[in-house]
């Protein structure tokens, strides 16, 4: 991966990412931002970049409709404007999501734990549509990213996903793997970045790392990639990582 503009999740504070970016990277990313966020556990959504970066917004105080004394974001919607290099103008605004996990707690009822979660995923894609109409034109340029915690068709990403006034693409249908997956057999598509096996059950594969395009961007995709991770593990991280590229 050699990507202009990373986009991270869960990751703890700013001075973490910093490191990361100058101790892992190598220096790569010149331009670093993180804003923390609502999760209690300090785990928040950042962004990397070789461009210069413009106005960066933060959307955690968005209230959720059903409690609007509480956040309807779990972490925060992370708004990022990349600029060109000489920074006469915007190339694209980048929208950094982390939704709503499936995790729920030992001490609730699984099945009503579950739905709660998935509705409040479905209340982060509306707020979401909502904050990216009122901010983008119909012909801005932009990308939507993120680990959404479904897949591109779940009914609880719809609000997002198949908003009739943003008209978003989905990026990764072509996506191509940079060496194979593991398993045997493999998994029947390369559209996943997770991998979930319960005990005695058949692995899943999910694509819960997403990228979704403009109208106006998505035809400027020259390519959809996963990075195959050679140990799963998950000391870093448990998903694999995936990106567009842009002839911008």
Same mark, same amino acid.
């Given at each position: 991966?050699?990507?202009?503009?990373?986009?991270?999740?869960?990751?703890?504070?700013?001075?973490?990412?910093?490191?990361?970016?100058?101790?892992? $990277?190598?220096?790569?990313?010149?331009?670093?931002?993180?804003?923390?966020?609502?999760?209690?556990?300090?785990?928040?959504?950042?962004?990397?970049?070789?461009?210069?970066?413009?106005?960066?917004?933060?959307?955690?105080?968005?209230?959720?409709?059903?409690?609007?004394?509480?956040?309807?974001?779990?972490?925060?919607?992370?708004?990022?404007?990349?600029?060109?290099?000489?920074?006469?103008?915007?190339?694209?605004?980048?929208?950094?999501?982390?939704?709503?996990?499936?995790?729920?707690?030992?001490?609730?009822?699984?099945?009503?734990?579950?739905?709660?979660?998935?509705?409040?995923?479905?209340?982060?894609?509306?707020?979401?549509?909502?904050?990216?109409? =009122?901010?983008?034109?119909?012909?801005?340029?932009?990308?939507?990213?993120?680990?959404?915690?479904?897949?591109?068709?779940?009914?609880?990403?719809?609000?997002? =996903?198949?908003?009739?006034?943003?008209? $978003?693409?989905?990026?990764?249908?072509?996506?191509?793997?940079?060496?194979?997956?593991?398993?045997?057999?493999?998994?029947?598509?390369?559209?996943?970045?997770?991998?979930?096996?319960?005990?005695?059950?058949? =692995?899943?594969?999910?694509?819960?790392?997403?990228?979704?395009?403009?109208?106006? $961007?998505?035809?400027?995709?020259?390519? =959809?990639?996963?990075?195959?991770?050679?140990?799963?593990?998950?000391?870093?991280?448990?998903?694999?990582?995936?990106?567009?590229?842009?002839?911008?």
């Amino acid at each position: 991966m050699d990507l202009d503009v990373l986009a991270v999740q869960e990751v703890e504070d700013i001075d973490t990412l910093r490191h990361f970016a100058s101790d892992d $990277l190598g220096g790569l990313y010149k331009h670093v931002v993180l804003i923390e966020g609502n999760d209690p556990r300090l785990i928040d959504v950042g962004l990397l970049s070789k461009l210069p970066l413009g106005g960066v917004t933060s959307w955690q105080h968005v209230p959720d409709p059903l409690n609007v004394d509480q956040p309807v974001f779990s972490r925060d919607l992370l708004q990022v404007e990349i600029l060109k290099p000489d920074r006469s103008e915007r190339l694209l605004t980048v929208f950094n999501n982390h939704l709503k996990s499936h995790y729920v707690p030992f001490t609730e009822d699984a099945e009503a734990g579950g739905q709660k979660a998935n509705e409040l995923r479905r209340r982060q894609c509306d707020a979401a549509a909502a904050i990216i109409d =009122a901010q983008m034109r119909p012909d801005s340029a932009y990308v939507v990213v993120g680990d959404m915690n479904d897949p591109p068709d779940s009914p609880f990403l719809a609000p997002l =996903a198949t908003s009739p006034t943003l008209k $978003l693409q989905f990026g990764l249908d072509d996506v191509h793997e940079t060496q194979p997956g593991p398993g045997n057999p493999p998994p029947p598509s390369p559209n996943w970045t997770e991998r979930f096996k319960a005990s005695g059950k058949p =692995a899943e594969y999910t694509l819960m790392d997403q990228v979704w395009l403009s109208p106006a $961007l998505a035809p400027k995709k020259t390519g =959809a990639f996963v990075d195959r991770r050679t140990k799963v593990g998950g000391d870093g991280s448990d998903h694999d990582p995936s990106w567009v590229t842009l002839d911008l």
